[in-house]
């Protein structure tokens, strides 16, 4: 994103900083950058994270969601709705780093611990949907899945063949032939016992902190996320 790291942008984000109880702006430590986003440290126990454009929704639906459910969710530090700027505390090792050699933190034993507090952070949402698409949180309706699924094939095909992203005809092609399919399955989740609630879309071991004593997994990085129906999450593990 133009201007991430530079120094016109870094003593923006140090004088906002500055502002912050407890925060040393003259501490900013670069860490990451990603397409989507820049990740730096602050001091020795804060982080702080812009997102592009389209993304910076997520400062103000992770300071909803760390309201709705605080046990599975950090309360961050401080956000800055208009730049989509988070800063958030250490939460600790994450799941990812902890795993053993190889397996990323997806055996059996650790994912059935993981999605029953995952659950657990999805029931504290149900009937929340407006507060939550108040603070950012986009919709992905299951009834809609055919329509979301035809518009993001058409928009990728329409790419030069030269991004990376681009869909070639062919597979927007198998698309549009499983429209109906999917258009059915979508109806079926609308119609079905499980009520929908925030779905992270990002459910991965890198974004997941270990619990504290006593505690459940902890669930972070929110730029992906959604109200749809709460088995979404389940693609990605």
Do not use: I
């Not at 923006?12 to 109880?21: H, I």
């Not at 605080?70 to 800063?87: F, I, K, T, Y």
């Amino acid at each position: 994103m133009v201007g991430w790291g530079t120094a016109p942008w870094v003593a923006a984000v140090e004088a906002w900083l500055a502002g912050v109880p407890g925060s040393d702006g003259r501490l900013l430590v670069h860490r990451e950058t990603r397409p989507w986003s820049t990740v730096w440290t602050v001091g020795e126990d804060r982080w702080f994270k812009e997102n592009c454009p389209s993304h910076r929704r997520e400062a103000t639906v992770h300071a909803a969601v760390a309201e709705l459910a605080p046990d599975h969710v950090d309360a961050p530090v401080a956000v800055q709705p208009e730049r989509g700027w988070l800063l958030t505390r250490d939460g600790g090792t994450t799941l990812l780093d902890s795993a053993p050699g190889g397996t990323r933190g997806v055996e059996v034993a650790t994912l059935t611990a993981l999605l029953r507090d995952y659950a657990a952070l999805q029931r504290r949402t149900v009937g929340h949907r407006d507060e939550l698409v108040a603070a950012g949180l986009p919709v992905a309706d299951p009834r809609d899945a055919a329509e979301l699924a035809a518009a993001q094939a058409d928009r990728l095909a329409s790419l030069p063949a030269t991004d990376p992203r681009h869909l070639p005809a062919a597979q927007r092609d198998r698309v549009r032939a499983a429209l109906p399919a999917l258009a059915a399955a979508g109806r079926e989740l609308a119609a079905g016992p499980v009520p929908a609630a925030f779905d992270q879309a990002d459910l991965f071991p890198r974004n997941v902190f270990l619990p504290r004593p006593g505690g459940p997994y902890r669930f972070f990085d929110f730029a992906d996320a959604v109200w749809a129906h709460p088995f979404g999450s389940l693609v990605m593990l």
